[in-house]
Nanobody, 125 residues
């Protein structure tokens, strides 16, 4: 059983930056592909980014490509999502998730075995 805890959300003005963290416990963290997802009010949850177990491969949704950077530190059992040039449309609850079966981009939500509780990101205009 892997327990995921996100942190780092908050209120920021458009154009600003935030760094989200997701700390894992209870499993062999380096075996998991990790993903970030988000859900805005009234909308379906959507994929944001994914990172391979080694950190060597990342994929991003087109909406965040070039602005967000996904990284991981397996020694600290933590992944990070650096979000720059934030836009009001980035406002959402952000969730990290862990998957043993997903190898990269395109995995359905069902491929993720564990989910965090989410952290709110609000971008004001």
């Amino acid at each position: 059983q892997v327990h995921l805890v996100e942190s780092g959300g908050g209120l920021v003005q458009a154009g600003g930056s935030l760094r989200l963290s997701c700390a894992a416990s209870g499993g062999t963290f380096s075996r998991y592909t990790m993903g970030w997802f988000r859900q805005a009010p009234g909308k379906e949850r959507e994929f944001v980014a994914v990172i391979s177990w080694s950190g060597g491969t990342t994929y991003y949704a087109d909406s965040v490509k070039g602005r967000f950077t996904f990284s991981r530190d397996n020694a600290k059992n933590t992944v990070y999502l650096q979000m720059n040039t934030l836009k009001t449309e980035d406002t959402a609850v952000y969730y990290c998730a862990a998957s043993q079966s997903c190898s990269g981009y395109g995995c359905p939500d069902e491929a993720y075995d564990y989910w965090g509780q989410g952290t709110q990101v609000t971008v004001s205009s």
